[in-house]
């Protein structure tokens, strides 16, 4: 034996909403009648709706690539979840027992088990949106209806690391892509990821998966940003080797359950406000349902749209999709939001919504003529100032300098970024005061961590990875800036002891990047929306003025006869006062969780 570890049990939560009206259905303005699927009319995230003048852009352009042929035949996808009910008549078509597996009960079905509550019916809503089967009278059109899809349960049971490093490596030699939309508790104070052997999984699908090529794994970012969460302080969203997608509302706007994040690398529809529709797709007991929300639902539908792709270019590698899914998200559609910033690659980025909102044809039409991206090189670097440092509240804040030449001359050199990769060990009595951003030799600012108000805990961050997509394209070489804050004036202190930079990318330039910088449509409009204030200016965490918060402040106040609601029309969470009794059941409440539960286990694993 080389090595044994006590396993211990993970809360590992599903990133979705409950039902808020079952019987609420909104048509589209738009009635295709493309495909006979009742439900059809109800996927308004599919309709090719931008040449028509009374409703507004909503679509990631699949149809496009429909009607070039792609539907997503020959490709494999998994939904690691708590089950999958293959018999339903909208999956069983194109159902894969090969990409399946129970490692809840270790056996090779992975039907949910039943309960009352139907509380393990969000596998099979996932996986109805990649692949429910297209004109069969039932339900509605996955994004890729033709492709094979699978399920993982583990969920429904125990999770360790030894079930998901079991979940993640099933069949990789099978299986094209994985789709994730769980993750440690999204509560605002969880700082938690994949262990020895998950990791170990993982590196198992991006090493040996589709014939050495790599293994996709798509991620939902995560669902805290009512409570100040921070998805990179999820090490599933945070990994080199996942894809992470975070969620827009049907007006495109960023959802008030979304969470800021450096890592998240696009975008795909999903749920917002409460008068906008959700995402339709299979439910329990061969039902269907158009409830599915966050970005559990928004994390599927890139996965579809990445079998697509997949289709259209078997050969592409796991770096060759991440490098198409960067260089051809939308910014068109999102536009409209704050936050844009540019990069020196010319890159649109946002801690919202990543590089903009995915898009099907785009992809399709670039992976067609794709020529395999360089060798990957990964470059170390460490702090140039003195350490430790001393950080409080009173100092404000503490600059950490870190200089490179990018591995110049070296077999590691690199000259065109892709992930950059923060590793930090801090010592603080209170670690969600904190914010850390990190600035490129080129002014690009990207900010890893936000301040998290729920979080008290003393343990700070040991050896913890940041990680940010915000840099890619960009040269490393010259000086970076590590800007580690606390502004809550309320006497916490503490120690910065280790900081480091792991950069990745190639010497050679990708051959899509040739042409220069990356050009948008409207480029003469891209000055105008640029949000010209920097994040780290910025005062309160985005999840402070949520439904959730300003419910649960009006509650607390003394009068309480007058509470208030959100009318969530459009764009805007307006408070509008009503009678209490016309109050209708809080839809967002929050799951209880341990309030002394961190599974951080620092010393399990070191990722640098």
Request: proline letters at 4%.
């Amino acid at each position: 034996v080389e090595w044994a570890e006590q396993q211990i049990a993970k809360s590992r939560e599903k990133r979705e909403f409950s039902d808020v009206t079952p019987d609420f259905i909104r048509k589209t303005t738009q009635e295709n009648t493309r495909f006979n699927d009742f439900l059809w009319p109800d996927q308004w995230y599919l309709h090719d709706t931008r040449n028509l003048d009374d409703v507004p852009e909503l679509d990631m352009r699949t149809i496009p690539v429909w009607n070039m042929g792609y539907t997503g035949k020959g490709i494999v996808v998994t939904i690691m979840d708590d089950g999958l009910e293959w018999n339903h008549t909208d999956i069983r078509r194109n159902y894969d027992p090969e990409a399946s597996w129970d490692t809840n009960d270790d056996d090779s079905d992975p039907f949910p088990r039943y309960d009352e509550s139907d509380s393990n019916n969000h596998g099979t809503r996932c996986a109805g949106e990649i692949a429910m089967t297209a004109n069969n009278l039932k339900c509605g059109v996955g994004v890729a209806y033709n492709a094979k899809i699978g399920g993982i349960r583990m969920l429904d049971g125990i999770v360790n690391d030894a079930v998901e490093s079991v979940s993640i490596a099933h069949n990789v030699e099978h299986i094209d892509i994985f789709s994730a939309s769980w993750g440690p508790n999204d509560d605002g104070m969880t700082v938690d990821g994949p262990k020895r052997l998950a990791v170990e999984a993982l590196e198992k699908g991006i090493k040996n998966g589709r014939s050495g090529k790599g293994t996709i794994y798509v991620w939902a970012s995560g669902n805290g940003g009512s409570k100040g969460d921070n998805c990179n302080c999820d090490g599933y969203t945070n990994s080199i080797y996942t894809l992470s997608v975070g969620s827009a509302s049907q007006h495109g706007d960023f959802p008030w359950y979304g969470e800021r994040c450096a890592s998240t690398m696009t975008t795909a529809y999903s749920s917002g406000a409460y008068s906008d529709q959700k995402i339709a797709t299979t439910d329990l007991h061969n039902q269907c349902t158009v409830h599915h929300t966050g970005t559990s639902a928004a994390a599927p539908l890139a996965a579809g749209v990445i079998a697509l792709i997949l289709e259209a270019n078997p050969e592409l590698t796991w770096r060759d999709v991440q490098h198409l899914v960067v260089w051809n998200s939308e910014y068109q559609n999102l536009k409209h939001n704050k936050g844009w910033k540019r990069n020196s690659a010319g890159l649109m980025y946002n801690s919202r919504f990543g590089f903009g909102l995915i898009n099907a044809e785009s992809m399709v039409k670039a992976a067609l003529n794709w020529t395999t991206v360089p060798e990957k090189a990964i470059c170390k670097a460490s702090s140039s100032s003195e350490l430790p440092k001393e950080i409080s509240s009173e100092l404000n804040e503490v600059e950490i300098e870190i200089s490179t030449d990018g591995c110049s001359k070296s077999s590691e050199e690199i000259n065109y970024l892709e992930h950059v990769e923060l590793f930090i060990d801090i010592d603080y009595n209170h670690r969600g005061a904190l914010d850390i951003y990190l600035f490129s030799p080129a002014g690009t600012e990207s900010m890893v961590l936000s301040r998290r108000e729920r979080d008290s805990s003393a343990i700070g961050f040991k050896n913890w990875t940041f990680l940010s997509v915000h840099f890619w394209g960009e040269n490393p070489a010259g000086r970076w800036r590590v800007l580690i804050r606390d502004l809550t004036g309320e006497g916490y202190k503490g120690s910065v002891n280790m900081v480091k930079l792991r950069l990745h990318g190639t010497k050679q330039k990708p051959l899509h990047m040739t042409g220069g910088k990356k050009r948008y449509i409207n480029e003469e409009e891209i000055e105008k929306a640029l949000d010209k204030t920097p994040e780290f200016e910025e005062e309160l965490p985005e999840g402070k003025n949520s439904i959730h918060d300003e419910l649960e402040s009006l509650r607390s106040t003394e009068n309480k006869k007058e509470l208030s609601w959100t009318d969530l029309i459009g764009k805007n969470l307006r408070m509008v006062p009503i009678r209490q009794s016309d109050l209708p059941h809080n839809p967002y409440q929050d799951i209880e969780v341990e309030e002394d539960y961190i599974d951080y286990s620092p010393n399990e694993y070191s990722y640098y």
